[in-house]
């Protein structure tokens, strides 16, 4: 036996879901996605990766710009769907989408709710310097991440961790928790809980004005910062290169037991003073260039004291 589900999702993140239901034996019978942008030099339409995979898998593949006209839900409610998988998905369900399958709509979030509602759950917890993250499976309601939950998956956030990491990380993680919640739908055992009204927390949009790295604050917050930024938007400062000063992207760090003026390079390793304590650089980006390690870095640009990164 399995379930007629409609998915909802966009970015990679969403992918290993996807595959993990149809591996199960459930039927997905529409992928509901974003709209294709253009993208790359030749600004060409590129599907998003969950249309990309709906598409090999042969699963009809739906871009509306909008859930809030009867069409839609017409054409929602003609899928007969038992339920609804929804997994970064862009788009917010308005309760008359979200009360047409027959046992409801059930979101994968990607921190441990009620901490960091809304969209950016990931970058925001290592920012903050949490010390674990996770995935929940959700009931979703009209609110903001506010429905009631059904199970969670926990994971450590190291120092080392990037957002990409932690990303890479939890989106298996949450395709194995929400195949077994799913199953555990279809048997009628799924057990929900209210979330605790103590403790909540949102995760804003991150805005390209926060990418900027203030040497001033200590360095494990400058640390956060950065690896909670990587690799996008990616935190940067200025450097002194070839007599002006050049944007780098910083996409990790490591700490490092040194001492100094904050934004002082300290020696020819590309360790940086901060407001207490310093970092060391690892990956680097400059404006048009790939990402490259520190040592590249400095192959093609030797930097030594004294300097000073803005």
Same mark, same amino acid.
């Given at each position: 036996m399995s379930l007629r589900l409609i998915f909802m999702g966009t970015p990679d993140f969403a992918v290993p879901t996807l595959l993990e239901l149809v591996a199960h034996g459930h039927e997905i019978v529409a992928v509901y996605t974003r709209a294709a942008k253009p993208s790359g030099r030749g600004m060409k339409l590129q599907p998003t990766p969950v249309e990309a995979q709906a598409t090999r898998l042969g699963i009809p593949v739906l871009t509306p710009t909008t859930l809030k006209t009867p069409e839609a839900e017409a054409t929602f409610r003609a899928h007969q769907a038992d339920a609804a998988v929804v997994v970064a998905y862009g788009m917010i369900l308005p309760q008359n989408i979200l009360d047409v399958p027959e046992l409801g709509c059930f979101n994968l979030h990607g921190s441990l709710l009620p901490r960091w509602r809304g969209a950016a759950p990931l970058n925001r917890a290592i920012m903050a310097d949490d010390a674990e993250s996770g995935v929940m499976v959700?009931?979703? $309601?009209?609110? +903001?991440?506010?429905?009631?939950?059904?199970? /969670?998956? %926990? #994971?450590?956030?190291?120092?080392?961790?990037?957002?990409?990491?932690?990303?890479?990380?939890?989106?298996?993680?949450?395709?194995?928790?929400?195949?077994?919640?799913?199953?555990?739908?279809?048997?009628?055992?799924?057990?929900?809980?209210?979330?605790?009204?103590?403790?909540?927390?949102?995760?804003?949009?991150?805005?390209?004005?926060?990418?900027?790295?203030?040497?001033?604050?200590?360095?494990?917050?400058?640390?956060?910062?950065?690896?909670?930024?990587?690799?996008?938007?990616?935190?940067?400062?200025?450097?002194?290169?070839?007599?002006?000063?050049?944007?780098?992207?910083?996409?990790?760090?490591?700490?490092?037991?040194?001492?100094?003026?904050?934004?002082?390079?300290? $020696?020819?390793? +590309?360790?940086?003073?901060?407001?207490?304590? /310093?970092? %060391? #650089?690892?990956?680097?980006?400059?404006?048009?260039?790939?990402?490259?390690k520190a040592v590249d870095f400095l192959r093609g640009t030797p930097l030594a004291p004294p300097l000073r990164l803005l």
């Open positions: 959700m009931k979703m $309601d009209v609110g +903001l991440d506010t429905g009631d939950v059904a199970m /969670a998956e %926990r #994971l450590p956030i190291s120092d080392a961790m990037t957002a990409s990491d932690l990303h890479d990380d939890l989106a298996p993680l949450g395709a194995d928790l929400m195949v077994r919640a799913i199953g555990a739908l279809e048997r009628g055992r799924l057990q929900l809980s209210p979330q605790s009204e103590a403790g909540v927390t949102y995760a804003a949009k991150i805005d390209k004005a926060e990418a900027k790295i203030d040497w001033t604050r200590p360095a494990r917050e400058v640390l956060r910062h950065i690896h909670g930024l990587s690799p996008f938007p990616g935190a940067w400062c200025e450097v002194p290169l070839e007599g002006e000063m050049v944007r780098v992207k910083i996409l990790r760090c490591a700490l490092a037991g040194s001492h100094g003026a904050p934004g002082d390079l300290l $020696d020819e390793r +590309l360790t940086i003073a901060c407001g207490d304590g /310093a970092i %060391r #650089l690892v990956e680097l980006q400059r404006a048009g260039k790939q990402p490259m």
